[in-house]
């Protein structure tokens, strides 16, 4: 039984449709940071040509280079431009409207704050992008401002956020602030995978979600099924299966990150399906 919505949502697939051309075209393309946070598919992308780079510095002088969903920061793209590189732009239209939306609450003066993850790569290209005050609110600390008071305050999220977070923050900043805007910045992809995932919790006795250690959608996931109390087990590929744990299990459910490749999903469902038909021992998937 699976969560639906699983899998590449609309902005990671654009991204990496748009990288499989250039391989196709160009032969070697340069990624700014890894496009995708699945090793796995990371390690398929190198096989076509991939190569990936920390900065614009280790770009060479008029190579491809591919800025992945996340985005990057403006000053980063006028850098690349400069080098007279090609640049292929997979940043997710929903990313953007982050960027853009941060980037209008600072020309009119508001006080930024984005709900997120510091150290993500959207959150730093939106928060790098920005001319002016801007606060990143971790969502896995309380929001406490103690007795400050301001003045103007705006407030966007990363994308992969839950709404019920951004709600939290909302209410906690409109007590200390004499004007607050907000936009609702959290893709509908990553709501509905979320809502997905809590529904399937009712209905199944565990549930598997796969997708990158390394990536935040998948790891909220994790997060909503392990709190609802659904014995759960988060794997990046099938070698991480454990026979085990599906011990007097009778059905279970199957969610994957936004940033989970269809093939990838497709070998673990091989896989369960093989180990369920050759009555293997310990595995009761329905």
């Keep these: 039984m699976f969560a639906e919505p699983k899998g590449f949502c609309f902005g990671v697939r654009r991204a990496i449709s748009s990288l499989e051309e250039a391989l ?43 800025i992945r969903a996340h985005g990057v920061p403006e000053r980063v793209l006028e850098s690349l431009r400069k080098t007279g590189a090609v640049i292929i732009d997979g940043t997710c239209p929903f990313v953007s409207k982050a960027q853009e939306k941060a980037l209008t609450l600072a020309r009119e003066g508001y006080l930024v704050m984005i709900l997120g993850d510091k150290d993500h790569p959207e959150v730093q290209a939106i928060s790098q992008s920005i001319k002016g005050p801007v606060i990143v609110v971790s969502p896995s600390e309380p929001f406490r401002f103690h007795e400050e008071k ?10 992969t956020q839950q709404k019920g977070t951004l709600s939290k923050l909302v209410s906690s900043v409109s ?16 709501s509905a995978r979320q809502g997905a995932i809590a529904r399937l919790a009712g209905a199944v006795d565990g549930i598997i979600v796969i997708g990158g250690r390394n ?11 392990i709190n609802t109390g659904t014995p759960t087990l988060w794997i990046e590929d099938q070698e991480e299966l454990e026979r085990g744990w599906f011990q007097g299990k009778k059905t279970i459910g199957i969610a994957a990150g936004a940033s989970t490749p269809d093939w990838l999903i497709r070998t673990i469902e091989r896989r369960l399906a093989s180990a369920k038909s050759a009555g293997e021992d310990g595995w009761e998937n329905d």
């Design 175 to 190: 007590e200390k602030a004499a004007e607050l805007r907000v936009f609702n910045t959290i893709c509908g992809a990553t």
């Design 215 to 225: 990536s935040a959608n998948t790891a909220k996931l994790a997060e909503i099924s």
């Design 150 to 159: 301001f003045d103007k305050v705006g407030i966007v999220a990363q994308t």
């Design 24 to 66: 196709d075209s160009y032969g070697r393309v340069f990624a700014l940071g890894s496009p995708i946070h699945n090793p796995q598919e990371i390690e398929r992308l190198k096989s076509l040509g991939l190569v990936i780079i920390d900065g614009p510095e280790e770009l060479p002088t008029g190579e491809v280079v591919f």
